[in-house]
């Protein structure tokens, strides 16, 4: 599998919650390749992967865990994304990204960064109304759960078949060592 220079930091989404999503994109957009996340930093070109993990590494501990909850249905105008907003965390997922995207992770990205969770992309524009009926109907029969608690990221890397590695987890919040 060859790997591109495109790398990223998510925070996984836990089952039954990431069951459910990933098979909801299964049903929006066949052939993808699900695994429910939420991005803290979007892909990006990397000069100096091994400095690049180093700075995830050193500077996740210093955000505690928190909880994320999921919200609604909507959709980006301009690249006609299908997404899940977040009703709690979305501070904190913003507060993470402006902390990470500097140094060797830093990128000029070409959207303001917004937390959220995809569901299709990568579709003909003309199947947008068809699909968000769709996944607002499965979305209101979901009867799980719909938060999550944050406790790790993980920095990742794409691959020229759009399958993304995880290289490393980082966890948030270590606590620091107990003096005796």
């Known amino acids: 599998m060859e790997k591109l ?4 930091l998510v925070i996984y989404i836990p089952d039954p919650l990431a069951r459910f999503l990933d098979e909801l994109r299964l049903e929006l957009v066949a052939g993808c390749r699900p695994r429910a996340h ?3 930093l979007p892909p990006r070109p990397l000069r100096d992967v091994g400095a690049a993990l ?19 249905l909507e959709v980006f105008p301009k ?6 907003s977040l009703r ?5 997922m913003r507060g993470m ?7 060797p992770l830093a990128f000029a990205e070409p959207y303001p960064y917004h937390p959220h969770i995809t569901l299709a992309q990568e ?8 699909l968000l009926t769709l996944a ?27 399958c993304w590695l995880d290289l490393e987890e980082c966890a948030l919040g270590l606590a620091a060592p107990v003096r005796k």
Not at 79 to 84: A, G, H, L, S
Not at 88 to 92: F, L
Not at 97 to 103: E, P
Not at 145 to 153: C, D, F, G, H, I
């Open 5 to 8: 220079n495109q790398f990223a």
């Open 54 to 72: 180093e700075q995830a590494r050193i500077m996740s501990p210093e955000f505690p865990p928190f909880e994320i909850e999921v919200g609604d």
């Open 97 to 103: 990204h402006d902390a990470m995207n500097t140094g």
């Open 136 to 162: 607002r109907e499965r979305w209101q029969a979901y009867a799980g759960p719909r938060s999550l608690r944050a406790e790790t990221v993980t920095f990742v890397q794409n691959t020229a078949g759009n």
């Open 123 to 130: 579709f003909d524009p003309a199947d947008t109304p068809r």
């Open 88 to 92: 709690r965390g979305e501070e904190q």
């Open 38 to 40: 939420v991005t803290v």
């Open 79 to 84: 690249t006609n994304v299908i997404y899940i």
